[in-house]
């Protein structure tokens, strides 16, 4: 195929995939607000923050309180829920972030709702955009015009839709990580480690990464500026914050019970099952692997490709731990596998330690497979809805839940694997000369 046959091809699947998944979480959502009457709420992750910070800096309030839940409530499904309802949403809401995000967020909250949640979709675009962008830049590959394609491109695949249809934070972190990687890759350490410090609005998604560089600076010299900046901010953050609400950690603390009870959360996956238990162990196991990684190239500039590896590991770990389910989060896998794209072509990461070119592949279905999916249950639910009121909600439901679940996880396992084997054959060469683009 020809190189501008071959882009005709990229564009239409890019366009067919979009649509395809756009479609069908229309579908889906239509369903589910018919289904339990919420069609007048917003369903947007961000109005429980946006609401939180109100009460917290223009009201002088608790956005723990359990008062706060039917005002959360009322703005996300539009009504407050009622416990005798047998097809309410089985999730509460609540603001459960730690309180720091409110100095993050709060230009926005100044504005009515809409306004705020438009410009929100709007900040997701560019955050998605720009972090990776930038992640590329560091990389040297491929060429500016395809570099912003490929960025841009982050925003129609599946987690970037359902980032910026549900107003999802994680797309913050996603740019504050990105950009702090950048930063230290162009050694302004100390501002590394403040946009490391302002990630853990999410803390679960953040740590690993954190903790891999933290080990990182702390082998001496310029570097530990980073440590520096990191603890300076969260030190700031939490004095400013228990300031602003004294004892808010506690209050949060009470909150995350409920919100990994009702998500499915550690509390959940630790709970019941045998199954359960060793599926968490594995999962910690693979995070002390990742940090071993981490130890072993900790001598290393952060261009050299095994500390590229080792943040590649950090946020496939990441995923795999956090719900990866939750299809916003898989936004986290796009710099690894970006980064195994570039490696796989040769240019710039040319290294005797090539991995097998059969992972190309694999990169390409991790990011086709989801569009031909949704494209294949966007044609079973527009066949189910034309007879709509022969439509079995929970026929419906599971088959969402368990494809999705299905996909998802099946590409997180295979990112895995193909990391483990490419990551065990770089590192049993011992180090090597690869670097990530000129300035590294």
Known sequence: MSRPRGLVAIVILGVLGTIAIWTTNSLYGDIFRQYTNTQAG?????????????????????????????????????????ADDPHRPSDPQAFDYPLYLVWLIWPLALLPFPLAAALFKLLAVLLLTAGTYAYLTMLGWPGPGARLVLAGGCVVTLAGQAIVRNDQLTVVVYGLLLA??????????????????????????????TV???????????RRRLLAGAAGTAVLLLVSTEWLLPGWIGAWGGTLGNYAATTSGFQGLASYRLIDWIGLALRGGLGLATLAIWWRVRQAPLGDLRVQV???????????????????????????????????????????LVPPRGLGWIAVTVFAAPWVVYTLLAGAYLVQLVPAQGLAWPSFAGLVLVTERVVINATILTLLFAYVAWSATLFAAGPAANNVAAGA
């Open 212 to 222: 891999g560089l933290v080990l990182w600076a702390g082998t001496g010299g310029a």
């Open 42 to 82: 917003t369903y947007s992750d961000f109005s429980q923050r946006w609401l939180g910070t109100r009460v917290a800096l223009l009201e002088g309030g608790n956005p723990y309180s359990p008062a706060m839940e039917p005002r959360i409530q009322l703005l996300y499904y539009g009504h407050v829920l009622q």
């Open 180 to 209: 702090a990687v950048y930063a230290a890759w162009k050694q302004y350490f100390a501002v590394a480690g403040v946009l490391l410090a302002l990630a853990w609005i999410k803390p679960q998604l953040a740590l690993l990464l």
């Open 310 to 352: 080792a943040i590649a590991m950090s946020l496939v770990v990441t995923t795999a731990v956090q719900q990866p389910w939750y299809t916003y989060n898989l936004v986290l896998l796009y710099p690894p596998l970006l980064l195994l794209v570039a490696h796989l072509t040769g240019r710039p990461l040319a290294s005797p």
